[in-house]
Structures are given as C-alpha cells and as structure tokens.
C-alpha cells in the first residue's frame, strides 16, 4: 500500500443522526440514534429501555444469534438487535468504521426496505476522517462453504470484490449474477436502493404466524401472479441480485472491520455469507489485521462524546 491509500485513516459521523421507523417483523415503532465514535471503537449497539443502556453489542459474526429471515446479534444475557443487515450494509458501504448504535427496540427499522434512507440520512451529516489509521481483515488463505446447493466463498484479494449469483425457479426473478469491486461510490449508486423481496404466498403464511408485521409494498417488492405487484416497479434492472449483495455487504460487515479479500456465492443469503464469515474465522492463519499506511493529519482532532445513554449507563 502507497502513502497515497485511499481511506487511509479511519472514519466516524460528522455529527448525530436520529431516524425513527417501524420493526418488519414486530410492526412496531423503532427509535435509532447514530452517534459518532472515537477510532477502534468499531461498530456497536447500544439497547436502550427507558433511556437507559441494557446492553452493549459489537456488530461482530462471533455474537450472531438467528439467521432465519434476517441477520440477529445478541449478548449472553438474551438481550437482541434483528435485521441489522441493511443498517451495516450502509455503514460498511460508505466506509463507517465508528459508531454507537443507539436502538430502543429489538429490531432496527426496515425504513423503505433497502439502505438508502440510512445512506441520504449520512450523506446529509456527513463523515469524519479521524487520525488513527484505518484496520483491515485480510483474506490470506481460500475459505468455501456449501450447504444445499448453496456455496460461498472468500479469497485473497487486495480490496474488496463482491461477486453474487442468485438462481430462483419464478420466471420473475430468474437466475442474475452481478460482480463489482465494492467502494462507497458503486455501494451508494448501484446498490443501496436495492429493496427486499418476497413472495405474496410467503408472506400472507408469515402474517398468520404474527410474523413480518410490517412488511407491505413500501418497503418489501412483492412478487404474485407472475409479476411484480408494486405499482412502481423495479428501481433498478436485476433488483433482486443487488438486494442479496447489499445483504450480503452487511452481513460480511460483521467481520468487525473492512474485509480485504473477494467475496463470491451462489443461491446465498444471511446463513451463508455467516457461515463464510466464521469459516474464515476458524482458522487464525486463514486471515489477518493489517492497517493502511500512517498519513499526515490534514485538520487538528476533535473530541467525541460519548452517547448520554452509555455515560448513564456507565
């Protein structure tokens, strides 16, 4: 790596941000609040119940607890955060290294059912270059996993590629393979607004069950009849592949830090980019923490404070 590496230094929010939305599976009311963080602090919830922190989660694949439906993490205590996917999707993507996740609830809001409300939310407060270098988790050693005609992998690479290939028997979505060398440019332009998707069947047996209660066309495209049922259509051509990438972003997020290495899976999803995640792990010579080369500070620091729901706590 040359002096001249981008993103050579770690990153944070410029300032707060706060987003309110409704959980997809509870159907209920959602607070979040983002809080900028000082360097290595990585990425991480703060549940709060009545103001007051309950529990401290980092956003790392050792704490997952659930795969079904969506990407769930958790503490020991049982304490949980669902559907942190899209969230760490946006976060990741844009290269947000830092950051107290403030949640009142047990699932961050599905907002519009892709990242792009959580992408103009940063964009409009912007980020913070810190001093400290930037981390990395290099991919030293090939890692496969296969589970019913699913497989994913990880190889050495020197940035971050992703490579996904879905194949589903409705003519509707068909079989669609997309590749891209990630950065916050492709992730904010080609992916972020990249809804989930799901089938009117699938979803009218989860309503029964008391399941994905706030699932509807606003935030899920839904497929029945042989067509798209959303009266806008498809915001992007092959949506449904780049919905599984932004997933698969968000999942991969949950390494801890920024992954050097090339992604690739087939029929994939939240199980599997996990297990591919703990493969890697597996193993310590399978992988390693590099930084990027120290640069000259260009501006002088600025403290953070810590989120008053942690100092309360603390």
Same mark, same amino acid.
């Given at each position: 790596?040359?002096?001249?590496f981008i993103?050579?230094?770690?990153?944070?929010?410029a300032?707060?941000?706060?987003?309110?939305?409704t959980?997809v599976?509870?159907?209920?009311?959602?607070?979040?609040?983002?809080?900028?963080?000082?360097a290595?602090?990585g990425l991480?919830?703060?549940?709060?119940k009545?103001?007051?922190?309950?529990?401290?989660?980092?956003?790392?694949?050792?704490?997952?607890?659930?795969?079904?439906?969506?990407?769930?993490i958790g503490? =020991?205590? #049982?304490?949980?955060? /669902?559907?942190? !996917?899209?969230?760490?999707?946006?976060?990741?993507g844009l290269s @947000? +290294?830092?950051l107290?996740?403030?949640?009142?609830?047990k699932?961050v809001?599905?907002?519009?059912g892709?990242?792009?409300?959580?992408?103009?939310a940063?964009?409009?407060?912007?980020?913070r270059?810190?001093?400290e270098?930037?981390?990395?988790i290099?991919?030293l050693k090939s890692?496969r996993? =296969?589970? #019913?005609?699913?497989w /994913?992998?990880l !190889?050495?690479?020197?940035?971050?590629?992703?490579?996904?290939? @879905? +194949?589903?028997?409705?003519?509707?979505?068909g079989?669609?393979?997309?590749q891209?060398?990630?950065?916050?440019?492709?992730?904010r332009?080609?992916?972020s607004?990249a809804?989930?998707?799901g089938f009117?069947?699938?979803?009218?047996?989860?309503?029964?069950?008391?399941?994905?209660?706030?699932?509807?066309?606003?935030?899920?495209?839904?497929?029945?009849?042989g067509?798209?049922?959303?009266?806008?259509?498809?915001?992007?051509p092959?949506e449904?592949?780049r919905h599984?990438?932004?997933?698969?972003?968000?999942?991969?997020?949950?390494?801890?830090?920024?992954?050097?290495?090339?992604?690739?899976?087939?029929?994939?999803?939240?199980r599997?980019?996990?297990?591919?995640?703990?493969?890697?792990?597996?193993?310590?010579?399978?992988?390693?923490?590099v930084?990027?080369?120290?640069?000259?500070?260009t501006?002088?620091?600025?403290?953070?404070?810590?989120?008053a729901a942690?100092?309360?706590?603390?």
């Open positions: 790596m040359s002096n001249r993103g050579a230094r770690q990153t944070t929010l300032r707060e941000i706060q987003l309110t939305g959980g599976h509870s159907g209920a009311p959602v607070s979040l609040t983002l809080h900028p963080a000082e290595d602090t991480r919830f703060l549940v709060t009545r103001g007051r922190v309950i529990s401290e989660i980092a956003a790392h694949v050792a704490n997952v607890k659930n795969l079904t439906l969506c990407t769930v503490d =020991e205590a #049982g304490t949980t955060v /669902g559907t942190v !996917e899209h969230l760490l999707a946006a976060l990741r @947000i +290294d830092n107290y996740i403030e949640i009142d609830s699932e809001p599905i907002m519009d892709s990242s792009a409300e959580f992408v103009e940063i964009d409009r407060v912007g980020i270059e810190l001093s270098p930037r981390k990395y290099k991919v890692v996993v =296969e589970e #019913g005609g699913c /994913g992998s !190889e050495p690479y020197s940035g971050f590629r992703m490579d996904v290939e @879905i +194949d589903f028997t409705s003519p509707v979505i079989r669609q393979r997309l891209y060398e990630m950065s916050p440019g492709i992730f332009h080609e992916i607004r809804r989930t998707f009117m069947s699938d979803v009218e047996k989860l309503w029964k069950a008391g399941l994905a209660l706030g699932a509807d066309l606003s935030n899920t495209v839904a497929i029945g009849d067509k798209v049922m959303n009266r806008e259509g498809l915001r992007y092959q449904f592949v599984k990438m932004l997933d698969a972003v968000g999942d991969l997020a949950l390494a801890g830090m920024p992954l050097l290495g090339a992604y690739r899976s087939y029929r994939g999803g939240h599997l980019n996990s297990m591919v995640l703990q493969a890697l792990f597996s193993d310590a010579s399978n992988w390693a923490v930084q990027a080369p120290k640069t000259r500070a501006r002088a620091p600025v403290q953070i404070t810590a989120p942690l100092a309360a706590a603390e």
